[in-house]
């Protein structure tokens, strides 16, 4: 079983529409939570970073975490077609390496 | 700053060829990092650096080697190429250990044949 579990897509939705992404985890002792954008041929870049449970919120883009589900979300609102992109979600316990999930490739149409 | 680049950016390799992959940061970031990232699987980590002069294992090491002589670059070989080995891998450094913000190059994509 993998320690990062994410469903690969994609996920198509209309410019305009809330993008909704998720991961789930199995260690108990990760405590850090990221979000990274990975666009086509491009290296992955960080997006959101959140600590412990609760939500972050940064413009269009907003991280929930469920450390008693051990569950983390990513919502973009008012999606655009700029946001088309692989969203990769990240884990890590204090101090350690960080875990990736495989990816969720999103596109949104014009 | 051009921050993380890494060269070549494609290569082609016979079984059993060898070569060596370039990262380079000007941030001068302690650490480094070497990633394989394959359809479905994520990034996982090859090798990583905590200073100049240091290597250590990642998650999936086998048939790589590493360097870290000088603090802006870490090299990524491979000895013998294995078809296995076929595909895309992304350096990384960040300021501090486990630090949440690592910064990416662009990729480096490599077909074995």
């Known amino acids: 079983q993998k320690e990062v579990e994410q469903d690969p897509g994609p996920l198509s939705v209309p410019e305009g529409a809330i993008v909704s992404l998720n991961c789930t985890y199995s260690n108990s002792a990760f405590q850090y939570f990221m979000w990274y954008r990975q666009y086509s041929r491009k290296g992955p870049e960080l997006l959101m970073y959140?600590?412990?449970?609760g939500n972050k919120e940064d413009g269009r883009f907003t991280a929930q975490v469920d450390k008693s589900s051990k569950y983390i979300s990513l919502f973009i609102r008012d999606s655009q077609p700029s946001d088309s992109a692989t969203y990769l979600c990240?884990?890590?316990?204090?101090?350690?390496?960080?875990?990736f999930g495989g990816g969720t490739r999103v596109l949104v149409k014009p | 700053n051009a921050g993380v680049t890494q060269t070549p950016k494609f290569r082609v390799l016979k079984t059993g060829q060898s070569m060596t992959l370039l990262c380079a940061q000007d941030m001068n970031h302690e650490y480094m990092y070497w990633y394989r990232q394959d359809p479905g699987m994520g990034l996982r980590l090859i090798h990583y650096?905590?200073?100049?002069?240091?290597?250590a294992k990642g998650e999936v090491p086998d048939g790589y080697n590493v360097s870290r002589l000088k603090k802006q670059n870490f090299l990524l070989g491979l000895e013998s190429a294995a078809p296995s080995q076929t595909s895309v891998y992304f350096c990384?450094?960040?300021?501090?250990?486990?630090?949440?913000?690592?910064?990416f190059g662009p990729g480096t994509r490599l077909l074995v044949l």
């Open positions: 650096s905590v200073g100049e002069g240091t290597t």
């Open positions: 959140t600590y412990s449970s």
């Open positions: 990240a884990v890590k316990a204090a101090g350690n390496k960080l875990t």
């Open positions: 990384a450094s960040s300021r501090l250990a486990g630090e949440e913000t690592q910064y």
